[in-house]
């Protein structure tokens, strides 16, 4: 069955300190990996976006990172700001369809506290 | 920022009410979608289009309806609403290339009494 799972669940860290986020997915046939940012109440944005020969993609304050022999992919924010408060999405593509079927992790909700 | 739009942003509404939820793009992206996303919990995919008078159901059965009559608007209907119903709902849009980043409308969180 293909899934991804994130952990942690949720995280609270103080704001400039660093963080990683971890994606395990079981997709299969692979395609390529991306990271979502969904604010409280808004709609997800794009953050990073990785194929399966790419092994680390920045953004910013923003570094994705993927294993896909391991199946494993994080997303490590550094000096972390008060905006950076929301849900993490980590999504993963198939090639087994036309639509480049995607599936979706349930997120991980970061709080940056002042 | 993304050019797609929904409307409304939010909706409460009785139940056997029919509504539309509204979504539209002027980025000219052939294929558009519409996802269902509780509190805490993934999208789940419900309906997709490839074009202009394509429509397809996704993974997750919806008694909504879509229609596609023109590119840039890819309405979703229910014909009576149910308390069930309750959620937020994302439309989104993409290019017909492999890696085409999905771009999100803001959503619409509907609630159904």
């Known amino acids: 069955k293909n899934q991804v799972e994130q952990s942690p669940q949720s995280l609270i860290i103080l704001e400039g300190k660093n963080c990683t986020l971890q994606c395990n997915y079981t997709v299969s046939p692979f395609s390529n990996l991306r990271w979502y940012k969904q604010d409280t109440g808004r709609g997800p944005v794009s953050l990073t976006i990785m194929t399966f020969s790419e092994n680390t993609k920045s953004n910013g304050r923003y570094t994705a990172t993927l294993d896909a022999d391991t199946k494993q992919s994080s997303l490590h924010i550094t000096a972390s700001q008060l905006s950076d408060s929301a849900s993490y999405i980590c999504?993963?593509?198939?090639?087994?369809?036309?639509?480049?079927?995607?599936?979706f992790g349930r997120g991980t909700q970061l709080t940056v506290w002042p | 920022e993304a050019d797609i739009y929904q409307t409304p942003r939010y909706l409460v509404i009785g139940t056997g009410k029919k509504i539309t939820l509204e979504c539209s793009q002027t980025m000219g992206h052939d294929k558009m979608y519409w996802y269902q996303q509780d509190p805490g919990m993934e999208l789940h995919l419900i309906h997709y289009s490839y074009g202009v008078n394509s429509t397809e159901k996704g993974d997750l059965s919806s008694e909504s309806t879509v229609s596609r009559i023109r590119t840039e608007h890819f309405p979703l209907t229910l014909e009576s609403a149910r308390p069930s119903h309750t959620s937020q709902y994302l439309c989104a849009s993409g290019g017909l290339a492999g890696l085409d980043t999905q771009y999100f409308g803001p959503g619409t969180r509907l609630t159904v009494l």
């Open positions: 999504v993963v593509s198939d090639r087994g369809s036309t639509l480049g079927r995607l599936y």
